[in-house]
């Protein structure tokens, strides 16, 4: 049993796990199998409370989503595995969602879009980084109210983006994103 470190106590909503099928008998969903477990959480590590307790689940949950009735503090969560259907035990995604107790990010400042007339297939983005942020959100699209793609960037304040049509003129637009949610997003930008 393993434990995850949220890093400082954290508001905590929601839990989702995700199995994965090491060793599995079978793929997808399937009657008449289950999986049981018990989410358990802690301020210090050293003492623990339950969080969801699945020990009677009789269903098929390869990716359960656990909303808890009252929001929990933590900074600690581990999971215990209790049965499989078949197979190892083994998880692919073991996600908190919540607020970590911190401000959000602040909004992201000098975010630039850059293509050459040579390839304009391609673009540099380049913003400044934001001290509270852990990762950023870049939209673009073909119009200011049309940004329907997106791309995450982790620990960086550049991007280089291949994927566009040369033809095209495109909008931007970034946000930062940290523990407790994401800062206002960057005024649109558009590149031609």
């Known amino acids: 049993m393993d434990q995850l ?7 905590i909503f929601a839990i989702q796990i995700n199995y994965a099928d090491q060793d599995a008998e079978y793929l ?7 999986h049981q477990y018990i989410i358990y959480g802690s301020i210090d590590g050293k003492k623990w409370e339950i969080m969801a307790d ?4 009789h269903e098929d949950v390869p990716h359960d989503y656990i909303p808890l009735s ?20 083994a998880i692919s ?3 908190i969602f919540g607020h970590g107790g911190m401000d959000k990010p602040d909004p992201v400042k000098n975010f630039m879009v850059l293509r050459t007339e040579k390839d304009k297939r391609s673009a540099w983005l ?26 995450m960037v982790y620990d960086q304040n550049e991007y280089w983006l291949k994927t566009l049509d040369a033809l095209k003129t495109y909008y931007f637009s970034i ?18």
């Open 5 to 11: 470190d949220l890093s400082s106590v954290s508001e």
């Open 28 to 34: 997808g969903k399937s009657s008449g199998v289950f």
């Open 54 to 57: 699945k020990r009677n689940n």
């Open 70 to 89: 009252h929001p929990k503090k933590y900074r600690y969560v581990k999971l215990e595995n209790i049965k499989m259907p078949t197979g190892k035990f």
């Open 93 to 95: 995604g073991f996600r």
């Open 126 to 151: 380049k913003w400044n980084p934001v001290n509270n942020a852990y990762a950023y959100q870049i939209y673009y699209g073909t119009a200011p109210d049309k940004k329907y793609s997106s791309i």
């Open 175 to 192: 946000e930062a994103i940290n523990e407790s949610g994401t800062s206002q997003q960057h005024p649109v930008v558009k590149s031609e």
